[in-house]
């Protein structure tokens, strides 16, 4: 059978094309922004590794949320850090010396965004928006997962001495309430977090994540 409807598909105009590949260059620095977590060999981690991770934990419970659209879910895994390209990442027990961090990165979203077709940027920023303000069940689970993965990698990172699990029993609790397997998924969590907690003495201030 011929594949007639291929011949419909109007290709991308050449500026578009032309500036989405810049688009996609300029994204490209997100994999050197690094975060304070560790991985399991020691290396610190990427803002890219860590959205990577979300999307894959999203896609592995995606039959739990059979209510969301997971398209949606997984856009928003994808773009939720995005504007830390620029500026880098504020760990969350620093985000209080930083109250405009949600204004800087929105910007610097759109800055990133200025060579994308008009109607591309526009769903990405309504996308981050509906994130950074948990307005949707779907921005909301995505909320608690960011804050799960977070704390997964956390306790299974080759981490300083002076590392804070105590920080990460609070963290992003408020997210919790989404969706039942988020409560779920953090008790085991937590529990692995105490048990890394009293194995550490505590050394005074830590690196933490936003």
Known sequence: MTRSSSATINPMAPSDLFGTLTFLREAERLKSVLRSAYTSTGQQESTAEHSWRLCLMAMVFESEFANLDFG?????CVLHD?????????PAILQHQSPNKSEQER??????????????????LALWDEYENASSPEARIVKGLDKLETILQHNQGD??????????????QKYMDAHPLLRQIRGLLDADTSARQASTAPL???????
């Open 72 to 76: 949606k879910v997984l856009k928003m």
């Open 82 to 90: 995005l504007g830390e390209a620029l500026h880098g990442d504020i």
């Open 107 to 124: 910007a610097d979203l759109q800055t990133l965004m200025q060579t994308l077709p008009a109607g591309v940027a526009d769903v990405f």
């Open 159 to 172: 981490n300083p001495p002076d590392f804070d699990y105590g920080f990460n029993l609070g963290y992003g």
């Open 204 to 210: 005074g201030s830590q690196r933490q994540e936003s």
